[in-house]
C-alpha cells in the first residue's frame, strides 16, 4: 500500500510583497500634487479653517484677559449677613428673530465676565417689541412703592383693570413689608455700592428710555383707556337704542316663526377656525403714560438724585441673504467684538468710574418747551419725520439719542412694516422717536473703563502666551525640578528657610 503524499508547504512570499500596499488591500499612494481642483478646493477650505480656528482662538484670549481683569472681586470677602452685588440685565427679541439669539450673545460674551468677579444679575426679558418696557417700568414702580409712596384713592367710576391693580399694589406693600421686617429682625443689610443696568441692543436701549420715564413720570394706577370714555353714550342714544329694540321685538312677535334650522346653527359651538380668530392675541399691557405727556407729569418725591448707572452693549445682529458678504466678515471677527464687549462689561462689574450723559450746547430738550410756555404743538416745536401727533422732535439731543444708532440700519424690515389694522393702537417703541425729559436725562448716568483697569488688561495681554507648548515646556520643566532635584533646589542653592537663593 501507497504511503500517503505529505503536504507540500508553500514557498515563503519574498519580502517585497510583505510590505506592498497593494497586496494588502490598499490603494497605492503616489507622491504627486493634487490636480488643479483639488488645490483650489484645500487652499480654499484650509485658508477658512485657519482663519476661524484664528479667530476663536483670540477670541478666547480677548475674554480670559478681561476675566483676569475682574478675577480679582471674586475673592473679596462679604459680610455673612450683607446681601451680594446684584445688576440687572436686559434682554429682548430683535427684530425679525427670536429671543435665543439675544439669549446666546449674552452667554457667550458676557456671562464669562460676571462669573469671574462672582456678580449676581436678574433678567428682565422682552419676547416681543413693548414686552421689556412693560417688565422696566412695573419694576421702577415697586420701587416707589417700597420707598413709601401711596397710590392716590379711586373713584366711583374705576374700572376692573384699576381695582385689580390697586389689589396688586396692596398685596405688594403687604409683602415689602413683612421682607424689610425680617431682614431687620436677623440684621440683614441691603448693598450700600452702586448696582447697575446692562441693556443688550439699540432696540432694548429704546425700550429703556420708554420705561424708564414711565416708571417714573407716570401714575402707580392705570389711567381710564380712552376708549371706555368715547363708548360713553348720551341719553339720547340710549332712548334711540331702546327704540330699535322695541321695535324689533314687536316685529319678531307680529312675523312669521323663526326657522328651525336657525336655531340648530345658533346652537352649534363655533369651529375651530372661528375660536382662533376670536381669540385675541395678546399684546402688551398699554403705557401708563404716553411720551407727548412727560413735560406736564411731575416725578415722584421718592425719585433719588441720580439713578443707577446704566451700560448699553452693542449687539450686532443682521439677517438676510444679500447681506451674507458682511455677517461672514463679522463671523470671521468674533475676536474684536469679544475685546470691546469684554471691555464695557468689565466697566460695570469694576464700577470705579461714572460719567453723566451730555447734552449739546446747540441743542435745547423738549421739556424746555414747556418750562418757557411755548406751545408744543407749534410747527418749530415739531419735526416733519414724526410718526405720532403731539411727540416733540426738536434739534436737541441729549447722548441717549445717538447711543448705538448705528444698528438701526441693519434691522430687519418687519420692524418698518405697520401696524395691521386690528393692531393699529399698538405702541411701535423701535421705529418711534425717541423722547428724553430733561429731569430723568440729567439723573442718568453711563459706566466707563478707567485707567488702572486699561493697564491691569494691558498686564493680562502680556502674560499671555502665544503658543501653548511654551506653557506645556514650562509645566513639564517645573515638574521635573521637584521630581529629579527636589524642593530645595528650586528654592535655591544655597538658601535657608525664609530665604530666596540663586534659582536653579
Request: hydrophobic letters at 35%; proline letters at 9%.
Amino acid at each position: 500500500m501507497a504511503e500517503p503524499a505529505k503536504p507540500v508547504n508553500p514557498p515563503p512570499k519574498p519580502s517585497w510583497v510583505e510590505g506592498n500596499p497593494v497586496f494588502m488591500g490598499l490603494p497605492r499612494l503616489r507622491a504627486k500634487l493634487p490636480s488643479r481642483n483639488w488645490l483650489i478646493f484645500l487652499t480654499v477650505s484650509g485658508s477658512f479653517i485657519s482663519a476661524v480656528t484664528y479667530d476663536r482662538y483670540q477670541k478666547k484670549r480677548a475674554i480670559r484677559k478681561w476675566c483676569d481683569v475682574v478675577s480679582p472681586l471674586a475673592q473679596e470677602t462679604l459680610p455673612t449677613k450683607q446681601l451680594p452685588r446684584k445688576i440687572t440685565v436686559f434682554l429682548a427679541a430683535p427684530p425679525g428673530d427670536s429671543i435665543r439669539t439675544s439669549r446666546e450673545f449674552f452667554v457667550q460674551y458676557v456671562k464669562p465676565v460676571l462669573v469671574a468677579a462672582a456678580i449676581d444679575w436678574d433678567v428682565v426679558e422682552g419676547r416681543r417689541e413693548g414686552e421689556l418696557r412693560v417688565g422696566l417700568a412695573e419694576k421702577i414702580r415697586k420701587l416707589r412703592i417700597e420707598k413709601g409712596e401711596v397710590a392716590p384713592p379711586l373713584g366711583e367710576g374705576a374700572d376692573k383693570q384699576q381695582l385689580e391693580r390697586r389689589k396688586e399694589l396692596d398685596e405688594e406693600m403687604l409683602t415689602r413689608s413683612m421682607i424689610v421686617q425680617m431682614r431687620k429682625a436677623n440684621e440683614v443689610e441691603e448693598w450700600k455700592g452702586l448696582r447697575g443696568d446692562l441693556v443688550i441692543g439699540r432696540h432694548a436701549w429704546k425700550e429703556y428710555i420708554r420705561g424708564l420715564h414711565e416708571g417714573w413720570l407716570g401714575p402707580l394706577i392705570p389711567p381710564t383707556p380712552p376708549s371706555v370714555l368715547e363708548t360713553s353714550s348720551t341719553p339720547s342714544e340710549i332712548q334711540n337704542t331702546a327704540d330699535t329694540s322695541s321695535s324689533n321685538s314687536d316685529t319678531t312677535q307680529t312675523g312669521d316663526t323663526p326657522d328651525p334650522s336657525d336655531q340648530v346653527k345658533a346652537a352649534e359651538p363655533p369651529k375651530p377656525e372661528e375660536k382662533e380668530k376670536k381669540k385675541a392675541k395678546k399684546m402688551p399691557q398699554p403705557p401708563y403714560i404716553l411720551p407727548e405727556l412727560y413735560a406736564i407729569n411731575n416725578p415722584p418725591t421718592s425719585i433719588s438724585n441720580s439713578l443707577p448707572p446704566t451700560l448699553p452693549l452693542s449687539f450686532p445682529n443682521i439677517l438676510g441673504f444679500f447681506n451674507t458678504p458682511i455677517r461672514t466678515y463679522r463671523y470671521l471677527t468674533q475676536r474684536r467684538l469679544a475685546d470691546r464687549i469684554g471691555r464695557d462689561t468689565a466697566a460695570l462689574v469694576l464700577a470705579t468710574s461714572t460719567r453723566a450723559f451730555e447734552l449739546d450746547s446747540e441743542f435745547v430738550s423738549s421739556s424746555d418747551f414747556s418750562s418757557n410756555g411755548a406751545d408744543l404743538n407749534s410747527p418749530t416745536a415739531q419735526s416733519s419725520e414724526d410718526s405720532r401727533p403731539h411727540v416733540v422732535r426738536t434739534a436737541a439731543k441729549w447722548e441717549q439719542y445717538s447711543i448705538l444708532e448705528q444698528e438701526e440700519q441693519y434691522w430687519h424690515k418687519i420692524a418698518r412694516r405697520p401696524n395691521p389694522p386690528e393692531e393699529k393702537d399698538k405702541e411701535r417703541p423701535w421705529m418711534e422717536d425717541m423722547v428724553v425729559d430733561d429731569r430723568v436725562g440729567q439723573r442718568m448716568s453711563l459706566f466707563v473703563i478707567d485707567e488702572e483697569a486699561e493697564r491691569k488688561a494691558k498686564d493680562a495681554e502680556a502674560r499671555q502666551r502665544d503658543w501653548r507648548w511654551i506653557d506645556w515646556g514650562a509645566d513639564i520643566w517645573s515638574r521635573t525640578k521637584k521630581s529629579v532635584f527636589g524642593e530645595e533646589s528650586i528654592k535655591g542653592r544655597g538658601a535657608k528657610d525664609g530665604e530666596v537663593g540663586e534659582d536653579f
